[in-house]
T-cell receptor
């Protein structure tokens, strides 16, 4: 079946460092890909998405490119801030007969030191 | 904008007790979902409702039931709670039935402890 694998955390970086969180997927067909972010005590929020190969999703300085050839959707940011500390989830959409279901990776906790 | 509202925020149950988690959305979304979040396991789909009047099992449905009361509301019931159901429960909704590019909108979760 479809699945998402993302790098295990926690990831700890200093402020202004470059961030990469790896995500790879297994899917039949042509899924859409998402990154969600979860701040402490809150639900998940959509960070960015890409709906077809070679699309780049971006938001709040984060970027991810849908790479069909490597089945990857790695999250990057050039200069992280303390406020980026959160748990990040990679996800893909999975179509069945009646609804689009979204399958999540296990999450990567990111901590940024001032 | 309320978005997705879940109640209660916290709950402690004894083994064997029952309870219903409530969820309502005000975005006129067609599809609604219940997930559970456990450490190191990400989010796992319990049940979903593609549209009003339909419900389907997700990855981990055992021990749960759901009701899509109307387009706005989707409840999750634990008939006889077990310690293995200790988790954080999230309700979510999405706009377009059958659309793979439709993201989820989440509530803030219910933290349930079963002793």
């Amino acid at each position: 079946g479809n699945s998402v694998t993302q790098m295990e955390g926690p990831v700890t970086l200093s402020e202004e460092a470059f961030l990469t969180i790896n995500c790879t997927y297994t899917a039949t067909g042509y899924p859409s890909l998402f990154w969600y972010v979860q701040y402490p005590g809150e639900g998940l929020q959509l960070l960015l998405k890409a709906t077809k190969a070679d699309d780049k999703g971006s938001n709040k300085g984060f970027e991810a490119t849908y790479r069909k050839e490597t089945t990857s959707f790695h999250l990057e940011k050039g200069s992280v801030q303390v406020s980026d500390s959160a748990v990040y989830f990679c996800a893909l959409s999975d179509m069945d007969s009646s609804a689009s279901k979204i399958i999540f990776g296990s999450g990567t906790r990111l901590s940024i030191r001032p | 904008n309320a978005g997705v509202t879940q109640t209660p925020k916290f709950q402690v149950l004894k083994t064997g007790q029952s309870m219903t988690l409530q969820c309502a959305q005000d975005m006129n979304h067609n599809s609604m979902y219940w997930y559970r979040q456990d450490p190191g396991m990400g989010l796992r789909l319990i049940y979903y409702s593609a549209s009003e009047g339909t419900t389907d099992k997700g990855e981990v449905p055992n021990g749960y039931n759901v009701s899509r009361l109307n387009k706005r509301e989707f409840s999750l019931r634990l008939e006889s709670a077990a310690p293995s159901q200790t988790s954080v429960y999230f309700c979510a909704s999405s706009t377009r039935q059958g659309a793979t590019d439709s993201p989820l909108h989440f509530g803030n979760g219910t933290r349930l402890t079963v002793t």
